[in-house]
């Protein structure tokens, strides 16, 4: 299958977290959208030769943008699109690579060396929170930079 199809798999986990969120459904739709554009955008700064915290932020800014212009042209909230857009591109492998790790070294025998799963551990322990602080950056940015003024 061809890799960038699997961009398309970013939809159908962002339609269930809103879902749980009780999203209107006339909304549901862009959700997937920007889902699909943010994964699509994270995964071109990656083949363009960017690490996976800089296309994070990239898709994040991306999600926030979109969000924004969209929530104030339908008069919807923001965030009910960017935050089910962004929660799929949590690091979830990067967080279990951690976990693994540490209880890797929880399990070795008294004196055993630990330093390389240590050193795994920490490693992807350290790339979780930089692509969270990323994703939360991106797709607070916008929001915050460019604040919606109420209608009168």
């Known amino acids: 299958m061809n890799t960038w199809l699997l961009e398309l798999w970013a939809a159908p986990a962002a339609l269930g977290f809103a879902l749980l969120f009780n999203v209107p459904p006339r909304t549901l739709w862009m959700c997937g959208a920007l889902a699909i554009a943010g994964h699509a955008c994270r995964k071109l700064v990656m ?5 996976i915290v ?6 994040g800014l ?23 857009a962004a929660i799929p591109m949590v690091p ?9 790790g540490l209880l890797g070294i929880a399990t070795l025998p008294y004196g055993a060396d630990g330093s390389a799963l240590l050193v795994k551990a920490g490693v992807s322990g350290i790339t ?14 916008p929001m915050l930079l460019w604040p919606r003024t109420p209608h009168h």
């Open 62 to 84: 991306l999600i926030g943008l979109i969000a924004e212009w969209w929530g104030a042209h339908k008069d919807e909230p923001a965030a009910i699109f960017a935050i089910t």
């Open 54 to 59: 800089l296309g994070t932020l990239c898709a």
């Open 47 to 51: 083949v363009g030769g960017g690490d």
């Open 92 to 100: 979830g492998k990067y967080m279990y690579k951690a976990v693994h």
């Open 128 to 141: 979780a929170c930089m692509i969270v602080i990323a994703l939360a950056f991106g797709v607070a940015a």
